[in-house]
């Protein structure tokens, strides 16, 4: 079936650092990808998302790359800042069949960021 | 556009209560729609999923059932609640045919059972 693996967290950073939160994944044919953020006490808003392999998604500072070849979708930003401590889900999609578009998330990475 | 309303925002209950969320999508016609649920601490769980009025498929043996009883209407239902229904309820919609290859969040149901 298919899984979404994240780094484990809480992960917390000073401010202007660099941030990496790995994903990787396993699913059969090609899924598409996405990275969501949920604020506190808030639901889950798309953050970034990729289709096909090699695709970069990119949104507010954050890249992901969608590398096939080690099925791997990671989460990174040059300087992050306060207002981005949230928790960061990766998540896939297959579509097509009987997945109806249902997408499966990983355990969702605690990001603290302090000034 | 497109818009997702999810209520109560918070729910306090006791156990044994029943238990009624609503979710109504609007801007959009046909959408799948889902359920799923946050428990403390622990990633997002898909609960239910329906791709059309009065189709639900359930993923997880639960307490909980769901409904779907007009196109843009999605309704979480319990007879008798646990406590350990307790968690973060998120209502989604996707729409696969505008292209569109992501989910739509509504705000989300903190639900404490007591």
């Known amino acids: 079936g298919n899984s979404v693996t994240q780094m484990e967290g809480p992960v917390t950073l000073s401010e202007e650092a660099f941030l990496t939160i790995n994903c990787t994944y396993t699913?059969?044919?090609?899924?598409?990808l996405f990275w969501y953020v949920q604020y506190p006490g808030e639901g889950l808003q798309l953050l970034l998302k990729?289709?096909?392999?090699?695709d970069k998604g990119s949104n507010k500072g954050f890249e992901a790359t969608y590398r096939k070849e080690t099925t791997s979708f990671h989460l990174e930003k040059g300087s992050v800042q306060v207002s981005d401590s949230a928790v960061y889900f990766c998540?896939?999609?297959?579509?097509?069949?009987?997945?109806?578009?249902?997408?499966?998330f990983g355990q969702g990475t605690i990001l603290t960021v302090h000034p | 556009s497109q818009t997702i309303h999810q209520w109560p925002a918070t729910l306090v209950q006791p156990v044994g209560s029943p238990l009624s969320l609503e979710c109504t999508v609007e801007?959009?016609?046909?959408?799948?729609l889902y359920w799923y649920r946050q428990a403390a601490g622990r990633g997002l769980q898909l609960l239910f999923y329906?791709?059309?009025?009065?189709?639900i498929s359930s993923e997880v043996p639960q307490n909980l059932s769901a409904s779907r009883p007009q196109d843009r209407q999605f309704i979480l239902s319990s007879k008798k609640l646990l406590l350990s229904d307790s968690g973060f309820y998120l209502c989604?919609?996707?729409?696969?045919?505008?292209?569109?290859?992501?989910?739509?969040f509504g705000s989300g149901t903190r639900l404490t059972v007591v």
């Open positions: 990729a289709t096909k392999a090699d």
């Open positions: 801007g959009t016609s046909n959408p799948n």
């Open positions: 329906s791709v059309g009025i009065g189709q």
């Open positions: 989604a919609w996707s729409s696969l045919g505008q292209g569109d290859y992501g989910y739509t």
């Open positions: 699913a059969t044919g090609y899924p598409s």
């Open positions: 998540a896939l999609r297959r579509d097509g069949g009987t997945s109806y578009g249902k997408l499966t």
